[in-house]
């Protein structure tokens, strides 16, 4: 049994239920449902099990550029997924553009209009040698993207690899790996950044490898129980006993059905490698003072806060809309990208809906009505 | 039992693991304490003359068990640039840092978990949705700029209600206990209040799960409103895993901390690992860097006890990979 279930946010409890229940009705098990995320007897979980449709589920038929526009739709059409886009695009877009200009050359500095407030000629004022605030800002948002992404690609890597070893079903494999994700968990990312920043310096390799290898530990604990979950499900058995190959496996049939958890703690890992580059930067074991990025912005407004107190507005504000819409971005995909959580996917897919009134049977009276209300949402 | 025996030996198996990582990973850079307290101008021989001196010329092996047998009798060995022994220094700067970190502890608990319980409870879903986009919003500030925030609110001097001081450590220490505290207020309440945020989140999602569980349709049908089913019963049964997420959290909140240190310019562990980093002071960094981690490594030891104990359910069955 998992030791620490379901750390993620509302996902894993909610989603799988919802997961779970569809299972219940796809193979004819009428169990109670609702359990997932918190640990119950091994015998509920043997019956029930996520039910990830394979190779030519309700989800493999779909064009590519159909899905995507299905899900993209989704997205916009709620609040926060809406905010997140315009965000990202945002961000994209104002990357792309620093590469080619930006309103002042990064070196340039205006001696006499140093602290200067905003004007016409500087938007957003500028700082204590007098370089433009916004060239600065706009020069940082390409380096922080590839902070991001980057700290999302290791951490997917390291976590799905410990999952994979977590779930694998040779013995010394997977207490191998819950050994090393139990013992090295509670590491801080601020000492592993330092402990690579003495032999390597300061550079952004050190902050994704340090924020890397903490995220994808700690997204290897979170996925797990919903993975192992997977991994003892009858389609995973019938699977393995019809030949298909370990890997194939793994990322065929129990990764996807991890992926409510997956897209929540990747978008957080990213939001949080950017909140760690600020944090790291000012602590000079991040990016180095050459190099534009946010915290080096905000590193810069601290000294004379007392005088300026506007200079430091602009970067926080950035970071803080920037992280923000990174976390609703994960929260956004978790509802919109998965075919068990958007009816728009399924029936776009063949109306394949899910029906859900079959679940209820084993449902106390109180709920019925909440299964109801979700069934009016969702439709 | 078996359990905890288990843990505590993956405990010390990490902590040699953690260990060897510390020391090959000072190994590898160039440049030593040496030669950076021989000043950029000495002669070579001056430069090995320094390193035979602190034993740096041992080969590799023997330095490594003379630190580790010197861990073991806690002797952390001298500081090459202060002189002062390492061990020393550390409790100096962890009686900043470790208060910090409480009463940080104690401002994101105060926080997270009551407005936490309040973004699933309260019954106008208005309130709700604010709850919980504050959570999500505070969840984003990075720390440095929380800190601004507040200095330029509160700060003595400079904030719009200057009222509690920004810079600084009293020089009395705490033999001045109100001095002290005072000095520890804003930034405590500056990484308490992310932390607190990330906790809320983690409040809302867990009682969230409880909502239509089995236990809390139980306790209302035995009477409870539902406001006492979710906060006796619900919150109850999501002990376990908050005091997971709470211990998680105090471990990444300690970027947050070092960076406040730093800002608010006390003189905690944070300030003296990046001094000593800077400095190249290999002893003094490496006996810190495992120490500290050490610390961590030891606290997810006990978060996950607690969790055993607050959830008898893992402790029954035998354990199952």
């Known amino acids: 049994m998992e030791e620490r279930p379901g750390?993620?946010?509302?996902?894993?409890?909610?989603?799988?239920?919802?997961?779970?229940?569809?299972?219940?009705?796809?193979?004819?098990?009428?169990?109670?449902?609702?359990?997932?995320?918190?640990?119950?007897?091994?015998?509920?979980?043997?019956?029930?099990?996520?039910?990830?449709?394979?190779?030519?589920?309700?989800?493999?038929?779909?064009?590519?550029?159909?899905?995507?526009?299905?899900?993209?739709?989704?997205?916009w059409e709620r609040p926060g997924g809406r905010f997140a886009l315009v965000i990202m695009v945002l961000w994209l877009a104002v990357s792309v553009v620093s590469l080619a200009w930006t309103p002042y050359p990064l070196l340039f500095t205006d001696g006499d209009h140093a602290w200067a407030s905003p004007t016409a000629a500087h938007p957003l004022g500028t700082d204590g040698v007098g370089a433009d605030v916004l060239s600065w800002l706009m020069a940082g948002s390409r380096t922080d993207l590839a902070i991001a992404v980057l700290t999302v690609l290791v951490s997917?890597?390291?976590g799905l690899a410990l999952t994979a070893a977590m779930v694998s079903n040779r013995r010394w494999l997977a207490t191998s790996g819950v050994v090393v994700v139990d013992a090295l968990i509670a590491i801080p990312t601020v000492l592993l950044a330092l402990?690579?920043?003495?032999?390597?310096?300061?550079?952004v390799a050190v902050i994704v490898a340090a924020c890397g290898i903490t995220y994808g530990l700690n997204m290897a604990r979170i996925v797990r129980p919903t993975a192992s979950l997977a991994a003892r499900s009858a389609y995973v058995e019938a699977a393995r006993a019809s030949g298909v190959g370990m890997w194939r496996v793994f990322f065929r049939h129990i990764v996807p059905s991890t992926f409510p958890v997956l897209a929540v703690q990747l978008s957080m890992s990213a939001g949080t490698s950017i909140l760690a580059e600020a944090g790291l930067t000012y602590l000079g074991?991040?990016?180095?003072?050459s190099v534009?990025?946010?915290?080096?912005?905000?590193?810069?407004?601290?000294?004379?806060?007392?005088?300026?107190?506007?200079?430091?507005?602009?970067?926080?504000?950035?970071?803080?809309?920037?992280?923000?819409?990174?976390?609703?971005?994960?929260?956004?995909?978790?509802?919109?990208?998965?075919?068990?959580?958007?009816p728009r996917l399924r029936q776009a897919a063949g109306g394949r809906a899910l029906v859900r009134v079959g679940s209820l049977a084993g449902r106390g009276a109180g709920r019925v009505t909440d299964a109801m209300h979700d069934e009016e949402a969702e439709s | 039992m078996r359990y905890l025996i288990r843990r505590l030996v993956l405990f010390v198996a990490a902590l040699f693991g953690l260990s060897l990582l510390v020391f090959v990973a000072l190994r590898i850079l160039p440049g030593d304490v040496a030669s950076v307290m021989a000043g950029t101008n000495a002669t070579p021989e001056r430069v090995a003359a320094l390193r035979s001196?602190?034993?740096?010329?041992?080969?590799?092996?023997?330095?490594?068990?003379?630190?580790?047998?010197?861990?073991?009798?806690?002797?952390?060995?001298?500081?090459?640039?202060?002189?002062r022994s390492v061990a020393s220094q550390i409790g100096l700067h962890a009686s900043i840092t470790m208060p910090l970190i409480v009463l940080s502890l104690i401002v994101a608990l105060g926080v997270g978990i009551p407005l936490g319980c309040q973004a699933v409870l309260a019954t106008h879903a208005r309130v709700r949705g604010v709850l919980h986009a504050l959570a999500i919003i505070g969840g984003a500030v990075p720390a440095l700029w929380g800190g601004l925030l507040l200095i330029m609110l509160f700060g003595r001097g400079v904030g719009l209600m200057g009222v509690l001081p920004s810079q600084g450590f009293p020089d009395a220490g705490w033999r001045d206990p109100a001095a002290a505290i005072a000095a520890l207020i804003l930034p405590a309440v500056a990484t308490g209040l992310v932390a607190g945020a990330a906790i809320m989140r983690y409040t809302r999602a867990c009682l969230m799960s409880m909502e239509d569980s089995d236990a809390v349709a139980m306790a209302m049908?035995?009477?409870?409103?539902?406001?006492?089913?979710?906060?006796?019963?619900?919150?109850?049964?999501?002990?376990a895993q908050?005091?997971?997420?709470?211990?998680?959290?105090?471990?990444?909140?300690?970027?947050?901390?070092?960076?406040?240190?730093?800002?608010?310019?006390?003189?905690?562990?944070?300030?003296?690992?990046?001094?000593?980093?800077?400095?190249?002071?290999?002893?003094?960094?490496?006996?810190?860097?495992?120490?500290?981690?050490?610390?961590?490594?030891?606290?997810?030891?006990?978060?996950?006890?607690?969790?055993?104990?607050?959830?008898?359910?893992?402790?029954?069955?035998?354990?199952?990979?």
Request: aromatic share 6%; proline share 6%.
């Open chain 1, 292 to 342: 534009p990025s946010w915290g080096h912005s905000l590193t810069t407004s601290v000294r004379l806060i007392s005088v300026y107190p506007l200079t430091v507005l602009w970067p926080g504000l950035v970071v803080t809309l920037v992280v923000t819409a990174l976390y609703l971005l994960g929260d956004a995909i978790r509802d919109c990208a998965d075919p068990l959580a958007n």
């Open chain 2, 53 to 83: 001196q602190m034993g740096l010329d041992r080969p590799y092996p023997r330095q490594y068990a003379d630190w580790l047998s010197g861990l073991m009798r806690g002797d952390m060995g001298v500081s090459a640039i202060s002189g």
């Open chain 1, 195 to 203: 402990l690579f920043a003495v032999p390597f310096g300061a550079s």
């Open chain 1, 7 to 75: 750390t993620a946010d509302r996902s894993s409890a909610e989603r799988s239920g919802a997961r779970e229940r569809a299972g219940a009705e796809r193979s004819g098990v009428q169990e109670r449902s609702g359990n997932i995320g918190r640990p119950t007897g091994t015998k509920l979980r043997r019956h029930t099990g996520s039910p990830r449709p394979s190779r030519n589920g309700c989800f493999g038929r779909l064009p590519v550029r159909v899905r995507l526009g299905i899900i993209l739709r989704s997205m």
């Open chain 2, 242 to 321: 908050l005091v997971s997420v709470a211990g998680l959290t105090f471990a990444q909140m300690v970027t947050g901390v070092m960076v406040v240190e730093s800002l608010f310019n006390l003189p905690g562990l944070g300030a003296m690992l990046i001094n000593d980093v800077g400095n190249r002071d290999l002893v003094a960094v490496q006996s810190e860097l495992f120490l500290l981690a050490a610390f961590f490594l030891l606290l997810g030891v006990l978060v996950d006890m607690v969790h055993h104990v607050l959830d008898p359910r893992l402790g029954e069955q035998p354990e199952e990979v």
């Open chain 1, 285 to 289: 074991v991040g990016v180095p003072s």
């Open chain 2, 221 to 239: 049908a035995c009477g409870m409103t539902r406001r006492q089913a979710m906060l006796g019963v619900g919150l109850r049964l999501s002990a």
């Open chain 1, 156 to 158: 997917a890597v390291i």
